[in-house]
């Protein structure tokens, strides 16, 4: 049976470290602790949210926002959006597709479609105060079709439709006095139209949802109560309905305990239950986990690594001031992370019972990472323009090199980027209408430069 997550929790996932659904049984003052029946919660919760901003849906909704997603013109005041970038990407001299974004300068507005021999892939956010409109679509195989085209596809889903359409799917968020409301809709041909409906009200305490599909369709809703909460779900599919019931409290010692209830159609007794319990110190730290499977201590040495004992193994972690990584260790193995005065990585530790290394991290004055090495295995070396901007990047690993290569226009945008791997290169070329300096555009596939991202170099 199809079932999607509560909004507490699903299945019984416990902190990190408990997956599975081996749970324990509660106590019976846990059970009993339901403040009013359910269809009275329901009631209530619906009270305070209010109602949602659109009407029942049965097939795509219409929102005001659906036209700035496709106006009548390229770009330009009129249209919403105020700048125009095309990229066209090549691999060995070959173009394998063609991308144009749109852009408002108060970033209102956003479209990308990109066009390739066999299909098209297109995605568009349009914003308006507090509500925004974000939709996607896929179509399969060659198409002659223009930019407008698509967006408008997208915007007037029952108007205007595209052959050969994979996946559509439309998600409209919106925010009352009360609530924020999220309505979202997704189809997959040849399969039916899904909608998926939730609204939480703006202090957080009250929450209802509804979806339907194919076959059947849920309903949820939610109230925390006093220092607890109470979620309350209804699964329906077929002729099989199953009802969840989701209970958390702080107990008199501080300690939060959530218990799980599933109910069958026939109002026999719970076939699943689950009780569990977190402790915590007076600097608000965990110091347990238990659940019916065992417990999970944690205790903290004098430099704030904290130990984590789990059965077999225990897990240290430390960091700074500022939550940079420090120290991460197990039984597999420990790393250590070495930090300039402005927190930056100069030197990386790994060790295990079989190999130890060493990764290396060197800056300009500048501040820009033009240096990764480590024995045998990597090494990095950057180059930098005088505006900042990365001009080059070569990479070996181990017998493997790459070079990434970039220009920029006189308004310091990208205007080229090439990679060469092994006797093969791809590269991509960028055109601008009436965007500003600072606008920021996707990269081709592997284009990242690895200098930028040196966290994952820790890692």
């Not at 602790?33 to 909704?61: M, N, V, Y």
Request: charged share 25%; proline share 5%; net charge negative.
């Amino acid at each position: 049976m199809a079932r999607t997550q509560s909004l507490v929790t699903k299945g019984c996932l416990i902190g990190l470290f408990f997956l599975g659904p081996s749970c324990g049984a509660v106590t019976n003052d846990l059970m009993n602790a339901r403040p009013t029946p359910q269809a009275t919660w329901k009631h209530e919760i619906l009270e305070q949210l209010g109602p949602p901003p659109w009407q029942r849906i049965d097939t795509w909704a219409a929102t005001h926002l659906d036209s700035a997603l496709s106006r009548p013109c390229p770009f330009g005041p009129d249209c919403g959006a105020d700048c125009r970038v095309r990229i066209e990407s090549l691999q060995d001299g070959q173009v394998i597709s063609n991308t144009e974004l749109r852009f408002s300068s108060n970033g209102d507005l956003r479209t990308e479609v990109v066009m390739t021999p066999d299909r098209v892939r297109a995605s568009a956010t349009a914003r308006s105060g507090t509500d925004r409109l974000t939709a996607w679509i896929e179509v399969d195989g060659p198409q002659n079709v223009t930019a407008d085209r698509v967006l408008k596809a997208m915007a007037h889903p029952n108007r205007h439709q595209l052959q050969g359409v994979a996946v559509l799917a439309r998600s409209f968020e919106s925010t009352t006095t009360r609530a924020r409301c999220t309505l979202h809709q997704r189809q997959e041909l040849p399969r039916e139209l899904q909608t998926n409906q939730r609204c939480e009200s703006n202090d957080g305490f009250n929450f209802w949802s509804r979806s339907g599909r194919t076959g059947g369709g849920e309903e949820s809703y939610s109230s925390r109560h006093l220092t607890g909460r109470l979620s309350v779900s209804t699964f329906d599919d077929a002729n099989h309905t199953l009802s969840r019931v989701v209970r958390e409290d702080l107990d008199a010692g501080g300690r939060l305990t959530r218990m799980v209830e599933e109910v069958s159609t026939n109002g026999a007794q719970p076939h699943y239950r689950q009780a569990t319990r977190w402790g915590r110190d007076d600097r608000g730290r965990v110091v347990f986990v238990s659940n019916a499977r065992g417990e999970i201590g944690v205790s903290y040495l004098p430099d704030g690594t904290s130990v984590w004992h789990v059965e077999g193994c225990d897990e240290r972690r430390r960091v700074d001031d500022h939550g940079r990584l420090l120290l991460r260790g197990s039984c597999s193995g420990v790393g250590r992370v070495h930090r300039d005065g402005a927190g930056r990585p100069t030197r990386v530790e790994r060790s295990s019972e079989n190999h130890t290394s060493t990764r290396s991290f060197e800056y300009d004055d500048a501040e820009h990472l033009v240096g990764v090495t480590e024995e045998d295995v990597l090494e990095i070396s950057a180059t930098y323009l005088p505006t900042g901007r990365l001009s080059s990047e070569t990479v070996r690993e181990g017998q493997d090199i790459s070079v990434l290569t970039r220009t920029y226009d006189h308004a310091n945008r990208i205007a080229t980027s090439t990679l060469r791997v092994g006797g093969s290169h791809s590269s991509a070329t960028y055109e601008y209408d009436g965007c500003a300096p600072n606008v920021e555009v996707p990269l081709e596939p592997g284009h990242e430069a690895r200098v930028e991202s040196p966290f994952e170099l820790i890692e």
